[in-house]
């Protein structure tokens, strides 16, 4: 019987995406489900959500064990086959909005902030002590379950658990799979949703949020990028250009006409990727390139009210529906448990897959699961600008890990000072000062940095 351990189970989306994957999959329709979380109510709301689906879709067969509090960690891990990640360390409130209204106030805006800049940084910065406690459990209870880890900045994160456990850990995103058909309806060859079902052939590898669309083929096996690629730079120009209704996706398709490739996330994650984009001194760059600034506390307040609304509704009629999402943790766990290989594209140390990124850098590169575990495939060289600019946003990523073991506050200002957009936007000065405002917001949430 597979046992799977959901840590931050109040995380609706995940829990229903993931958990309710599994009942769609017979190898896991029996599974056991441990639910953890430090919240007592998320916990018992995500209960109730999930009850509902296995009563609806699986005739009740999986079986589910809730563990609220950090002293009954051990006993949600105790046993597990699989841990699955989507821990958020300090909410919305009040770690994302510190996240957020510090920087603004030197200057530094952003849009998502999970993954690099200043906010990808403190949230890398408060999350990993607890993701390597999470490790230490796992050591003693179940130390050959697989971690899969959701939660970002994923790189740091994933760094971080490989380089200071021994835990077997991937991340996971879900940018990848659905990078070709976002291209795709990004020029106007359809909806997105149809466009993910259609058989394209494509290839992507680099880092987690900036994976490059390395070939692109249609079902008959002809390659239609050079034709993308030319109708991007007509098009572009005249999004730009656009006064109203402007287009979603500027920024990705700017980034491949001057770059030569398409990057797996979207255009407000590129944004605060690199230097060129928001900027004080070019603020009309913003409507122009339709960045939406402060995007993520919105979508943190949007998702909170419609969860109000979703689970009063599952409370009033219970009966659910699920169909398979996109998300690959259940495809990995069947492939595991059935050995079935499972093709996805996964976060994993650089063993040699892209051979112009350093060894010791998470690269997001396709992998195979099956019984055997999960293996990354070799890739070979990116091309050479794309490697320069996911160094960029290797470098500090790879410090801010350094910073999370040392805890000098050094390590975090250099993370912060190598961050393209923080670089370009402040001075040396400045950014020394916002983080010790950073640090001093966040209090206890973070341990003791010298």
Not at 343 to 354: C, E, K, P, Q, R
């Amino acid at each position: 019987m597979t046992k799977i351990t959901f840590m931050g189970a109040g995380s609706s989306v995940f829990v229903r995406n993931i958990i309710g994957d599994c009942m769609c999959r017979d190898a896991l329709k029996d599974a056991t489900i441990a639910l953890y979380d430090i919240d007592a109510e998320r916990l018992k709301e995500s209960l109730t959500l999930l009850t509902a689906l296995n009563d609806s879709i699986n005739q009740g067969r999986m079986k589910f064990e809730c563990y609220c509090g950090t002293e009954n960690r051990k006993k949600a891990l105790a046993g597990t086959d699989f841990v699955v990640n989507a821990i958020q360390v300090g909410g919305y409130k009040p770690s994302t909005v510190i996240d957020f209204e510090i920087p603004e106030k030197y200057g530094l805006r952003q849009t998502i902030a999970d993954t690099l800049g200043i906010g990808g940084i403190f949230r890398a910065l408060r999350t990993i002590p607890v993701m390597l406690d999470f490790a230490r459990d796992m050591e003693d209870v179940c130390p050959d379950a697989w971690f899969l880890n959701y939660t970002n900045p994923m790189a740091a994160l994933t760094g971080a658990m490989l380089r200071g456990s021994s835990i077997k850990t991937v991340g996971l995103c879900h940018s990848v799979q659905v990078c070709a058909a976002a291209l795709l309806a990004s020029l106007g060859h359809g909806k997105h949703s149809e466009l993910e079902k259609m058989p394209y052939k494509f290839k992507t590898a680099g880092i987690n949020h900036q994976g490059w669309l390395l070939e692109l083929y249609d079902e008959n096996g002809v390659d239609i990028y050079p034709a993308l690629r030319e109708e991007a730079k007509i098009k572009v120009p005249q999004m730009r250009q656009a006064k109203e209704n402007k287009h979603y996706d500027i920024i990705r398709l700017e980034i491949m006409n001057k770059f030569g490739y398409y990057v797996t996330e979207s255009s407000e994650h590129s944004a605060e990727y690199m230097p060129y984009w928001i900027k004080r001194n070019y603020p009309d760059l913003i409507e122009e390139y339709n960045i939406p600034l402060n995007e993520y506390p919105r979508r943190c307040v949007n998702h909170i009210r419609k969860w109000r609304e979703q689970y009063e509704a599952i409370v009033r009629d219970p009966v659910q529906t699920h169909t398979l999402s996109r998300e690959y943790g259940s495809g990995i766990i069947e492939g595991m448990v059935l050995d079935k290989p499972y093709h996805f594209g996964g976060n994993v140390l650089n063993d040699n897959f892209i051979t112009n990124l350093p060894c010791e850098a998470v690269v997001e590169v396709p992998c195979i699961a099956d019984a055997s575990g999960i293996r990354g495939e070799f890739v070979g060289r990116l091309p050479t600008q794309c490697a320069a600019l996911n160094m960029t946003n290797i470098n500090p990523t790879l410090l801010t890990v350094d910073a999370a073991f040392d805890r000098k506050r050094e390590t975090v200002y250099q993370a912060a000072m190598l961050d393209p957009h923080t670089a370009a936007e402040l001075s040396i000065d400045d950014i020394i000062s916002m983080c010790d405002e950073l640090f001093e917001a966040h209090g206890n949430m973070l341990p003791e940095y010298k």
